[in-house]
């Protein structure tokens, strides 16, 4: 059986990628998976070497960019040897050659995870792209989405309309969030929308160290991992008290030219790789990230999750399905209440059982075509 992914790989964002990489990993039970390497500016940009564009904001990317220049090439190497490595990407496509029928060969089209239904992710002049929703599929091909994901965003009437008529030869749907799966209701009311896990979850802690030949190990200097996207004032405060409470050193993963805050070690180039190896040794995690949560509850670290405002909505959800939403914070007051340990005796078992149920999606929607 051949198989299409279409989902966000195309940037330099970890969870994108290695989402990307487990959503194929996973289909791969049932049949040869391509990833369509489909090429969408506003997201792409985000890998070129010197980003440019002719504004203010554009200008200080392009001297961060030449300023980091030998730590960005270096990032950029390693990612598309992943690529290359671990994708199996289509070759090269826009908009246009998928309406024309470049990518009309498979049997099974998956649109996955991450916000490829939010437009103020995928699209610069905050609109739906279709091609995220299958639409250039012409023939008769099954057609289902796996933990599609719409953000914090909020369809206005209009979009409804056009969401609506993207899905309806959907045979089946699934979404990320449970804040994701009313909206889809709110639109569709004659299908059952499901609610699943992100694709990073779908791989147990031993089958990620397996893949990329990593031995967990406690350090000699143990340290807190660090990773942030936002990099609110907020996750500032949180590495200060954290570090101080725990007395380990900080680690910090991310691609800027400059440390989030005062920290002992600035990781500015690891590829996907090294970006699992960090975790795996971790003796604790503070992120503001979706999937740098994922990694810590999916490897069993102690963590920290901080609030980025309205886009928490994704951890708050993840958290409150393993019943441990006290572990995301809101405000600095927050930090001296929180107990440094997980109990993962008893979020294990929770994170099992969702993940059960999400490859049992998974295989009913390969069935379909069966």
Not at 127 to 147: E, G, R, T, W
Request: hydrophobic share 40%; aromatic share 12%.
């Amino acid at each position: 059986m051949k198989i299409a992914l279409i989902t966000i790989h195309r940037v330099t964002n970890y969870g994108a990628i290695l989402q990307a990489f487990a959503t194929k990993k996973i289909l791969g039970l049932y049949g040869d998976v391509k990833i369509i390497d489909y090429n969408k500016e506003h997201l792409s940009q985000s890998t070129d070497l010197l980003r440019f564009k002719l504004s203010v904001h554009g200008i200080k990317m392009f001297l961060h960019d030449l300023l980091n220049f030998r730590n960005r090439y270096e990032l950029l190497r390693k990612l598309k040897k992943f690529n290359r490595d671990y994708m199996n990407l289509s070759s090269e496509m826009d908009k246009n050659k998928l309406d024309l029928g470049s990518a009309d060969n498979f049997d099974v089209y998956v649109c996955g995870s991450d916000q490829i239904w939010n437009p103020i992710v995928v699209s610069r002049d905050r609109k739906i792209d279709p091609i995220f929703f299958l639409s250039f599929v012409k023939n008769n091909a099954v057609k289902f989405s796996y933990a599609s994901s719409i953000g914090h965003y909020e369809f206005n009437e209009i979009e409804k309309v056009e969401v609506k008529k993207l899905l309806q030869d959907f045979k089946m749907i699934s979404v990320r969030e449970s804040d994701g799966k009313k909206k889809i209701e709110d639109i569709i009311q004659n299908k059952e929308i499901h609610h699943v896990v992100d694709p990073t979850l779908l791989l147990p802690k031993n089958e990620w160290y397996r893949t990329f030949n990593v031995i967990e190990k406690v350090p000699k200097d143990k340290y807190i991992l660090v990773y942030s996207v936002p990099r609110t004032d907020l996750i500032k405060k949180a590495i200060a008290f954290f570090a101080s409470k725990l007395g380990f050193k900080v680690k910090a993963i991310d691609k800027m030219l400059f440390p989030i805050t005062k920290i002992d070690e600035h990781i500015r180039n690891a590829g996907p790789k090294e970006f699992i190896q960090l975790y795996a040794n971790a003796s604790f995690v503070i992120t503001d990230s979706f999937h740098g949560t994922c990694f810590a509850i999916n490897f069993e670290k102690p963590f920290v999750c901080i609030s980025a405002n309205e886009r928490a909505n994704r951890q708050q959800n993840l958290l409150s399905i393993l019943n441990i939403s006290e572990r995301i914070m809101f405000k600095e007051s927050d930090f001296s209440n929180l107990n440094l340990n997980v109990d993962y005796t008893e979020v294990t078992p929770k994170l099992n059982k969702a993940r059960e149920e999400s490859l049992e999606y998974i295989e009913a929607a390969m069935a379909v075509k069966s």
